[in-house]
C-alpha cells in the first residue's frame, strides 16, 4: 500500500504485543489516516529502509507489503520496539558488526525525518536519566526528595545512622529482573529498615539510589500529551499496598479531580523544553501542606490504564497529536479532568 499525498502517514514502532497502541491505530484508521506499525525487530528480515538520491530522491520504508514514504510522514510514535535480529548463521563478531551499521544507518535515516516525533529516542535516552531530571527540577525550583546515589556501602550506612527520617530505595530503571524462565518481576519502591546495615557490602553491584521518604496526602500521575494534560488524583494513602508505591495494586484508589497550580504548570513546562519531550508521565507526591513534590518523568510511559478506569481520552489526544505534524512546538496547556 503506497501512501497518497492526500493521506497522512503515521509511523509507530513498538513491539508486537503492546495494547497501548491498539486504540490508537484504530483511531488514526477511522480517520483515513496511512499507519504502518512495525517492530525493529523485523529488520532485517521482513523490514526494509532505504534512501537514495539515483533518480530521484525517495526515502521509504517497507513492511510486508506496507510502503511508508519517510518524507511524508505526518508524525512517528517511538514506543517500546525490541532490538534488531539477526541471522543466526552469523558469527557474534558478523551480528555485532550488523548492529553497529544498523544503529548508524537507521538512526541517521530516522533523525533525518522531519516531522512531529513522541519522542525522538535519542531525546528519549537523556530525558529518562533520573539524576539529571531531579538536578534539572532542583534548578527550575521544585521540591524532590533529599537523594543519595552511590555505590559505596560507608555512605548508605553513615546516612542511615545520621537520619531520623524513613529512608526509601528506589530503582533507577522500571526496576524489572528478568529471570531465565520466568516471568519479569518488578522491584517497587522499599522502605530500607536496619537491614540495610548488615546487607551494605550489596550495594557495591551498582549505582543505588536512596531517598528520603516524604509525607503524602495523595499523588499526582500527570500524563503530558503535547499541550493537553491529564493530571490524575491517586488517593495511594488509603490503602497499605499503595502507601510507599501506588503501583503495588492493579486497581488504584482515585481520588477527585485537581488541576495543578499554576506555578508547577510553570515549572514543568520549562523542564519539558530543557527535555525536549512531547510526551511525558510525571510523578509527583503532594505533601499534606499541598507541596507538590517532584518524583520523576518517564518519557514512555504507559497510559492506557487511566483510560479504561476513569474514561481518559488519551489515546484520541495521542492521534490528534500524530495527524497534526510538522516538528512540535509547544503551547498554552489545557488540563482535562475526570
Not at 529488520?43 to 510502503?67: A, I
Not at 525522538?120 to 534548578?139: C, M, N
Amino acid at each position: 500500500m503506497t501512501m497518497s499525498p492526500s493521506d497522512p502517514g503515521i509511523l509507530i514502532l513498538t513491539q508486537d504485543f503492546d495494547p497501548t497502541v491498539d486504540p490508537v491505530v484504530r483511531s488514526l484508521t477511522a480517520r483515513g489516516a496511512n499507519v504502518v506499525r512495525v517492530d525493529l525487530s523485523c529488520f532485517p528480515q521482513t523490514l526494509t529502509f532505504t534512501t537514495s538520491d539515483f533518480d530521484g530522491e525517495r526515502r521509504r520504508l517497507l513492511h510486508r507489503g506496507r510502503e511508508i514514504d519517510l518524507g511524508r510522514l505526518s508524525g512517528v510514535w517511538y514506543r517500546r520496539p525490541t532490538a534488531f535480529r539477526f541471522d543466526a548463521q552469523m558469527s557474534e563478531a558478523e551480528q555485532q558488526f550488523a548492529r553497529n551499521e544498523a544503529l548508524h544507518g537507521i538512526g541517521g535515516i530516522l533523525r533525518a525525518t522531519d516531522c512531529l516525533w513522541v519522542n525522538r529516542p535519542d531525546v528519549d535516552a537523556v530525558a529518562e536519566l533520573k539524576p539529571y531530571q531531579l538536578q534539572l527540577a532542583k534548578q527550575l525550583g521544585m521540591r524532590v526528595p533529599r537523594t543519595l546515589l552511590t555505590n559505596d556501602p560507608a555512605e548508605v550506612k553513615a546516612l542511615v545512622e545520621s537520619t531520623d527520617r524513613p529512608i526509601v530505595y528506589k530503582a533507577l530503571t522500571g526496576g524489572v529482573i528478568h529471570y531465565p524462565g520466568a516471568f519479569p518481576s518488578g522491584l517497587y519502591t522499599t522502605m530500607v529498615g536496619d537491614e540495610i546495615l548488615t546487607h551494605a557490602d550489596r550495594v557495591r553491584h551498582t549505582v543505588c539510589m536512596f531517598q528520603e521518604y516524604v509525607d503524602k496526602a495523595y499523588e499526582v500521575r500527570l500524563t503530558v500529551i503535547g499541550d493537553t494534560w491529564f493530571p490524575v488524583v491517586i488517593d495511594s494513602q488509603a490503602m497499605s499496598t499503595t502507601s510507599v508505591d501506588w503501583r503495588g495494586e492493579n486497581h488504584l484508589p482515585y481520588g477527585p479531580y485537581k488541576p495543578l497550580p499554576d506555578d508547577v504548570v510553570a515549572k514543568v513546562q520549562r523542564m519539558l523544553d530543557r527535555l525536549g519531550i512531547v510526551y511525558a508521565a510525571i510523578d509527583f507526591i503532594v505533601t499534606p501542606d499541598g507541596e507538590h513534590v517532584f518524583l520523576e518523568v518517564n518519557p514512555g510511559g504507559q497510559f492506557m490504564w487511566m483510560q479504561h478506569d476513569l474514561g481518559l481520552p488519551l489515546g484520541e489526544t495521542v492521534a490528534d497529536l500524530l495527524l497534526a505534524g510538522d516538528p512540535y512546538r509547544r503551547g498554552e496547556v489545557t488540563q482535562v479532568g475526570y
